[in-house]
């Protein structure tokens, strides 16, 4: 009994807004983007070539803009469905979030603000003056600030992109991940610092 009101409830919404001639939220409705066609556009408007993965078929995305999406709206369409997309040279590659760690994405040691907060980015990050416990391995080598970090940053990044590798001998740290997440990782380092 209690499992059949709120469907009855349900049914008599959707019948009272058909009633008003307001056609119920679905999502033909919303505001559909078809993110192949949105590729041409862009390859057309950034002098760009989509190298796009198969596995991309069928993908449709939403979003507020509707035609009028951005490159930043297929970056974050892409995201929403496990895909990145990577800039390298004349090409941007449309690859899964599994495949997007080990393609050549751009170094960004500097915080800029035409970057897509979706980008999949690298820097690399000094962490010499970080005090960590006196710590060795091992091999009774002592562990560096970077190799005491990696462990507790990893967490934080995305369990598919997101990699952290401490320089082994040195007190770099080179970490991969979405630029919003890159940005925060390193303003944890930077209050680390502190």
Do not use: C, W
Not at 10 to 29: K, M, S, Y
Not at 120 to 148: F, K, M, N, Q
Not at 152 to 172: E, F, Q, Y
């Amino acid at each position: 009994m209690h499992t059949t009101r709120p469907l009855l409830t349900l049914l008599l919404l959707g019948v009272a807004v058909t009633a008003t001639g307001q056609e119920p939220a679905t999502p033909a409705n919303r505001l559909a983007v078809d993110i192949f066609a949105l590729m041409d556009r862009l390859a057309v408007e950034m002098n760009k070539e989509f190298v796009i993965d198969p596995r991309l078929r069928g993908l449709q995305g939403f979003s507020t803009k509707g035609e009028d999406a951005d490159y930043d709206t297929l970056l974050a369409i892409l995201r929403s469905n496990t895909f990145a997309a990577i800039e390298v040279g004349d090409q941007i590659r449309i690859v899964s979030e599994a495949t997007a760690r080990s393609e050549p994405s751009p170094i960004v040691q500097e915080d800029d603000p035409s970057i897509s907060d979706h980008a999949v980015v690298t820097r690399v990050i000094d962490v010499a003056d970080i005090r960590v416990p006196e710590v060795s391995s091992e091999s009774g080598v002592p562990a560096t600030a970077a190799a005491y970090l990696v462990p507790v940053l990893r967490p934080l990044m995305s369990t598919s992109i997101g990699n952290a590798t401490a320089i082994p001998g040195s007190d770099k740290m080179i970490i991969t991940d979405r630029y919003d997440n890159v940005r925060r990782i390193t303003a944890i380092v930077d209050e680390l610092r502190q």
